[in-house]
């Protein structure tokens, strides 16, 4: 009885690790692929680097920003940091 109760501990520690920091982030790259596999031309992005543009050409792996009238700048999707909705309801 007294090896179980000297392994509760470890195994709690465990489980509350795995449901702050393992979970939320497993939900966090989920969504993210999620996002980029959903990403259309035509949606308004946002990079990891903080650049706001719109999808003008998607590839297998890169995409194509508009960033001004006349500027097209080339990212890779997994770059994508957030698509940018209008909509009411997602605010």
């Given at each position: 009885?007294?090896?179980?109760?000297?392994?509760?501990?470890p195994?709690?520690?465990?489980?509350?690790?795995?449901?702050?920091?393992?979970?939320?982030?497993?939900?966090?790259?989920?969504?993210?692929q999620?996002?980029?596999?959903?990403?259309?031309?035509?949606?308004?992005?946002?990079?990891i680097?903080?650049?706001?543009?719109?999808?003008?050409?998607?590839?297998?792996?890169?995409?194509?920003l508009?960033?001004?009238?006349?500027?097209?700048?080339?990212?890779?999707?997994?770059?994508?940091?957030?698509?940018?909705?209008?909509?009411?309801?997602?605010?």
């Amino acid at each position: 009885m007294e090896g179980l109760s000297g392994l509760l501990l470890p195994l709690l520690f465990l489980v509350v690790l795995y449901m702050l920091l393992i979970r939320p982030q497993q939900k966090r790259q989920k969504e993210h692929q999620r996002q980029v596999a959903d990403l259309q031309v035509g949606d308004d992005v946002v990079t990891i680097g903080g650049l706001h543009g719109r999808v003008a050409v998607l590839s297998d792996d890169t995409m194509d920003l508009l960033v001004t009238d006349d500027v097209v700048l080339r990212f890779a999707r997994s770059s994508l940091a957030r698509v940018v909705r209008d909509d009411p309801e997602s605010a």
